[in-house]
T-cell receptor, first 112, second 112 residues
Framework: QKEVEQDPGPLSVPEGAIVSLNCTYS??????FMWYRQYSRKGPELLMY????GNKEDGRFTAQVDKSSKYISLFIRDSQPSDSATYLC????????????FGTGTKLQVIP | DVKVTQSSRYLVKRTGEKVFLECVQD?????MFWYRQDPGLGLRLIYF???????EKGDIPEGYSVSREKKERFSLILESASTNQTSMYLC???????????FGQGTRLTVV
């Protein structure tokens, strides 16, 4: 079993839809939870991160962490064609230089 | 503006060749990482370095080595390239104690 599971998609939605992206994990030591966005032929860039459980909102994006269920989500409201990308969840058990475990990524397409 | 620069976007090499992938950062970050990204497998850590001349194996170090002689430069070496090393290679950096990693644009390596 992989430490982090993520549905690869692809996920195709109409512009303006609410998008839900999810990851599950098995390592209860994970405390830092991140979402990266990767446009085609580019490197990933950090979108949001949360520490431990709870919600975090940034504009149209909301990240949720449920440590009891080992489940994290990223919600995108009013999705735009510019949101079309691959979204990778990532987790680590500490900050600093400790390695980060990535999900496989979910490819999202927002259709105008 | 943060910059992580990988020396090549695309490389084609022959089986058995020695291959060098270079990564340079201008952020004075202590930590540098090499990942490979493959469809369905996500990002997998090959090696990382938390200081000059220091290196640690990641999850899939076999067939690779690294060099970090200067803080800003981290090189990935394929001693004898094989076709199963055809992949997208991503370099990343992270400051000590930081959560966010900054990625380069990636090098798509094809071994024929």
């Amino acid at each position: 079993q992989k430490e982090v599971e993520q549905d690869p998609g692809p996920l195709s939605v109409p512009e303006g839809a609410i998008v839900s992206l999810n990851c599950t994990y098995s390592n209860s030591a994970f405390q830092y939870f991140m979402w990266y966005r990767q446009y085609s032929r580019k490197g990933p860039e950090l979108l949001m991160y949360t520490y431990s459980s709870g919600n975090k909102e940034d504009g149209r994006f909301t990240a949720q962490v449920d440590k009891s269920s080992k489940y994290i989500s990223l919600f995108i409201r009013d999705s735009q064609p510019s949101d079309s990308a691959t979204y990778l969840c990532a987790m680590s058990d500490s900050g600093g230089y400790q390695k980060v475990t990535f999900g496989t990524g979910t490819k999202l397409q927002v259709i105008p | 503006d943060v910059k992580v620069t990988q020396s090549s976007r695309y490389l084609v090499k022959r089986t058995g060749e020695k291959v060098f992938l270079e990564c340079v950062q201008d952020m004075d970050h202590e930590n540098m990482f090499w990942y490979r990204q493959d469809p369905g497998l996500g990002l997998r850590l090959i090696y990382f370095s938390y200081d000059v001349k220091m290196k640690e194996k990641g999850d899939i170090p076999e067939g690779y080595s690294v060099s970090r002689e200067k803080k800003e430069r981290f090189s990935l070496i394929l001693e004898s390239a094989s076709t199963n090393q055809t992949s997208m290679y991503l370099c990343a950096t992270r400051g000590r104690g930081d959560t966010e990693a900054f990625f380069g644009q990636g090098t798509r390596l094809t071994v024929v």
